[in-house]
């Protein structure tokens, strides 16, 4: 007889469980799933989609979404929708950088807020509200290596100061912190630069100022020493050589004018007023010949005409 209870007991259990699986699979109405399966890497920024679709035979109303930050780091992980019609999907792009975990299988989790129509009289309906959370697997496939390049190395300085704008392009897993060292003859150059450089996702700019060059033109070679730590603080040394070609101006120099000594100022003028003098001297012995000779031949007439009526007599 025992054995008989047991067995139904067993059986209702089973039953009670098969009917409320049963029951949550139909209350199920929103489905949520990756658009394509993403490969993550520890450690490492980039997008994937995600797909929310209304499974259910009614309307969807007042749909609010959350993606859990848990295993990322999210631009935007909260979305809300008017209203979704049977069988209609919308489709979300979500920035993300993984956050340092081991390699392996973990879940995304996303609950689900919704409304939805349980009984319509007429123009008149009612509606439940219900939410649910949803786990989709994803695997983490370990860390990237961060992958780091100059995106130019060589410059040309005419003079100084002089700014060299150093461009660090990272297309690999993202780099936590990282520092640099310039090697140089430190005779011939002279840099101004902090070493900290710091995070490096993608592009980070460096300025360095040139406050000496050398004193010969040419080409001349120096490397930038640069040390970079992922999120596990593993630390990695980087060596990249930067050509600089030195064309220096060359500065025209003008000679200052001379002064005038003021003996010579006064020799100057001294010679110039005895010019003029010489000058005025001979413009007024010009000017009395001329009188001298108008007043001759002034005479001269006068002495003629009175012979002439001498002679008439």
């Known amino acids: 007889?025992?054995?008989l209870y047991a067995i139904i007991f067993i059986s209702f259990l089973f039953f009670s469980f098969a009917l409320f699986s049963s029951a949550y699979a139909r209350n199920v109405k929103m489905k949520i799933s990756f658009e394509k399966t993403p490969s993550f890497y520890a450690g490492d920024s980039g997008e994937f989609t995600l797909v929310f679709e209304n499974t259910s035979n009614g309307t969807l109303k007042n749909i609010n979404i959350y993606v859990?930050?848990?295993y990322f780091e999210f631009a935007k992980n909260k979305?809300?929708?008017?209203?979704?019609?049977?069988?209609?999907?919308?489709?979300?792009?979500?920035q993300y950088t993984a956050r340092a975990i081991d390699p392996g299988t973990y879940s995304l989790k996303v609950t689900t807020q919704y409304s939805y129509q349980v009984y319509c009289s007429g123009v008149q309906c009612d509606y439940a509200s219900e939410g649910f959370l949803e786990e989709i697997p994803f695997k983490i496939e370990g860390a990237r290596t961060p992958i780091i390049d100059l995106r130019a190395r060589s410059f040309e300085i005419k003079e100084v100061p002089y700014t060299i704008p150093i461009f660090i392009v990272n297309?690999?897993?993202?780099?936590?912190?990282s520092s640099m060292i310039l090697e140089y003859d430190k005779s011939k150059f002279s840099f101004d630069y902090t070493e900290d450089v710091g995070p490096i996702s993608s592009l980070t700019k460096?300025?360095?100022l040139?406050?000496?060059?050398?004193?010969?033109?040419?080409d001349y070679t120096i490397y930038l020493n640069l040390e970079i730590k992922d999120i596990n603080n593993k630390?990695?040394?980087?060596?990249?050589p930067i050509k600089l070609t030195v064309k220096t101006v060359e500065v025209v120099r003008l000679d200052p004018p001379k002064?005038?000594?003021?003996?010579?100022?006064?020799?100057?003028?001294i010679k110039s007023g005895q010019e003029e003098q010489v000058s005025v001297v001979q413009k007024s012995l010009s000017t009395i010949l001329q009188e001298a000779i108008l007043v001759l031949t002034l005479f001269g007439l006068i002495a003629t005409f009175s012979l002439m009526l001498l002679s008439r007599r």
């Open 1 to 3: 007889m025992r054995k």
């Open 68 to 70: 859990k930050d848990e």
């Open 79 to 94: 979305f809300i929708y008017g209203e979704l019609q049977p069988g209609e999907k919308k489709t979300e792009k979500i």
């Open 171 to 177: 297309r690999g897993s993202f780099v936590k912190s």
């Open 206 to 208: 460096k300025d360095v």
């Open 210 to 218: 040139v406050t000496k060059l050398p004193d010969v033109p040419g």
């Open 235 to 240: 630390s990695t040394y980087l060596k990249f």
């Open 259 to 269: 002064e005038i000594s003021t003996n010579e100022l006064n020799n100057t003028e």
